[in-house]
């Protein structure tokens, strides 16, 4: 994932209006739906055939053997084109009749695999949401959405909660389309929730002050193919009104990607960390940061950065915490941190992660 504290944001700057909703209870109940009405089916290239629609020369659509047109949504559109090897932004230029002539050439004539797996709704009109691999192993938002739903509870009741603005309390009367952070579109679903009912007190956070953290998470799926189904752990200082998550700590991420054996790794590995997340309290992680911020470094800073981040981005990470915090850095808590707001600069997604990960280790090693 590239910089996580920005997650929030890149989705709340960029999610239309019909893609937010104001409760877990809402998004199940959407994806619930549009799954009984949503079928896969693996069929043969050979068998697809794509015809233009309608009179404006822009429309497409594929049937199968018995005939029934399909219209494409635009992922789909996508997917059904690089399995064709057409560039999608190319044909979409092309007057229809023309792409479905290339698509049909692309599956019917020069592709080497057989088979291809479609994912049809139907819903008055029918629609193509998904062309992937026949080997595609599906993990339906409904599960991610429903596990959910069934270990942390509606956004609002319980312990766990849809984060508000500075660590403001939310409830559902208050709830808006501007404030929440529940997204699902036809491409993928994601989630962010907090245990805001059990702040993790820090004496001498920042400045000599003392300061709270919360535990959160974020959660997300594409049942079309179009990401990995992933769980992000952390704990953090607040988000902002632009949704930008401050003071992020200790991200651990899990992804699983749809392969054949997805399903029974989304069982096995994801799952468990969620009810376990859910389940527990903030005494392991309030252990975890009281440890490193005693655990201290004194004369012993520069080989210890440089033992886990090499010689030359130790002497970064120290000018970066004498930057943001005045000082000298003293304790493996203010090693994490100074790698942690070191990383947000980097302008490589794989940099920023890989070092991420390794602060949140600095944590667990404490």
Sequence with gaps: MSNPSMAANRQWSSRPADERFLSIDAMLADVIEQQKRSAAKVISSRELTFAPSGDDHKGLTVSGKAGVPFAPTHHAFNQLCQLAGAPAGYLRELPSELAADNLNYGFQVSRDVADVGLLLERNGSNMVRAATGPNYGRIWDSELIGAVRSHFGNGFDGRWHIPGEFNAKVSAETMTKEKTTLYRGDRDCWLFLCDGANDIEIPNRRHGQPGKLQRGFFAGNSEVGGGSLFGGFFVYDFMCCNHIIWGMDGFEEIRIRHTKGAPD??????????????????????????????????????????NRFGPKLAAKLDAVHVAEEGRPMETVWDAATAATAYARALPFIGDRVAIEREAGKLLIAA
């Design 265 to 306: 790794r989304w069982i096995e590995e994801l799952l468990p960390v969620l009810q376990a997340y859910a389940n527990s309290d903030t005494r392991n992680i309030k252990e975890a940061i009281a440890t490193a911020r005693s655990q201290r470094l004194e004369a012993m800073t520069d080989k210890f950065l440089a």
